[in-house]
């Protein structure tokens, strides 16, 4: 049997390995922005909010920071993942 992991799930896995994150909620905030443009049809799977701490961001700039999160969600991006909020801890 298969198990299908939710968009959010999926970014939480891939940011969990990509990054090494060290602490990491990912939201789904898509139903805040029903009606809106890019927003999804279910409700579901369109915009995020990350909060994420990893080793990998010491001594780097925030908007290194951010590319970082953005690179290893390219993919997402590419399939529709229209906004993404992220907050560094």
């Given amino acids: 049997m298969t198990v299908e992991l939710s968009v959010a799930e ?4 891939r940011l ?16 805040l922005h ?8 279910s409700g579901v799977g369109s ?3 990350v909060k994420i701490a990893s080793p990998l961001f010491t001594s780097v700039s925030r908007v290194q920071r951010h590319r970082l999160v953005y690179d290893s969600l390219q993919d997402f991006i ?5 906004a993404l909020a992220i907050e560094v801890l």
């Avoid at 590419?78 to 229209?82: A, F, K, S």
């Fill in 47 to 49: 915009h995020f909010r």
């Fill in 78 to 82: 590419d399939q529709g993942l229209h």
């Fill in 34 to 41: 029903a009606g809106h443009t890019g927003a999804s049809d």
């Fill in 16 to 31: 969990l390995q990509s990054l090494q994150a060290t602490h990491l909620e990912v939201i789904d905030e898509s139903y």
């Fill in 10 to 13: 999926q970014i939480h896995a």
